[in-house]
Each structure stands twice: as structure tokens, then as C-alpha cells.
């Protein structure tokens, strides 16, 4: 069994900053991808940033410059630092971990249960 939490949401305004966290727990042989993805009201779920073990990372276009992903592998946790946010980026944000659970398992997807931002103009 895998566990994913997260933490770090709540209410800020805009030009601020917040830093999410999410760590990943339970059975675990390796941990491939991490990432963020949120979800707005009304919309589909989106791709903010991921991460791989190496520590490569990719930005959803509309976060490039503001956020910023990282990962400490000896924590099993991913970090989100969220500056100079917008209104537009008040949403779910979901923690997605891609979790090989033993030697000669399987990857699989894991997600968090999401922690809700809101950014106030």
C-alpha cells in the first residue's frame, strides 16, 4: 500500500508565494516521476510540473518562472514553491508519484488526495 499527502495549500493573495509538499509513503522499492497537477473549477485536470529521479523537470507553460518543482529522494517528497501567484492559479493541486512498489514490480500512479489553493486579486 502506498500512501500520498500532501500539504501547504490555503488562501494567499495575489503576488504572494506558497510552498506545497508532498510525501509519499508505504511500499516502496523506487519512485520514478513526481509532479504536480491541479485542477480549477469548471476545468480539466492539468500538468503543473514534473520531476524525475534524476531531478529533470518540465513546467506547464502558464508557471514557467513562478514555480519551481524539486524533490528530495531520500524523503520519498516533492516540493512546490508557488511565487508571484494569480488568481488564474487558484485550483486542486494534486500530488502524482509514479511508485515501483517492489524489485520486480510494476509502476504504478499514485495520487494525493489534493490540497485547494486560492489566490485572492
Known amino acids: 500500500q502506498v500512501q500520498v499527502v500532501e500539504s501547504g495549500g490555503g488562501l494567499v493573495q495575489a503576488g504572494g508565494s506558497l510552498r506545497l509538499s508532498c510525501v509519499v509513503s508505504?511500499?516502496?522499492?523506487?519512485?520514478?516521476?513526481m509532479g504536480w497537477y491541479r485542477q480549477a473549477p469548471g476545468k480539466q485536470r492539468e500538468l503543473v510540473a514534473t520531476?524525475?529521479?534524476?531531478?529533470?523537470?518540465n513546467y506547464a507553460n502558464s508557471v514557467k518562472g513562478r514555480f519551481t518543482i524539486s524533490r528530495d529522494n531520500a524523503k520519498n517528497t516533492v516540493y512546490l514553491q508557488m511565487n508571484s501567484l494569480k488568481p488564474e492559479d487558484t485550483a486542486v493541486y494534486y500530488c502524482?508519484?509514479?511508485?515501483?512498489?517492489?524489485?520486480?514490480?510494476?509502476?504504478?500512479?499514485?495520487w494525493g488526495q489534493g490540497t485547494r489553493i486560492t489566490v485572492s486579486s
Open positions: 502524482n508519484s509514479e511508485v515501483t512498489p517492489t524489485m520486480m514490480g510494476i509502476p504504478y500512479d499514485y
Open positions: 508505504g511500499s516502496i522499492f523506487s519512485i520514478n516521476a
Open positions: 520531476i524525475t529521479s534524476g531531478g529533470r523537470t
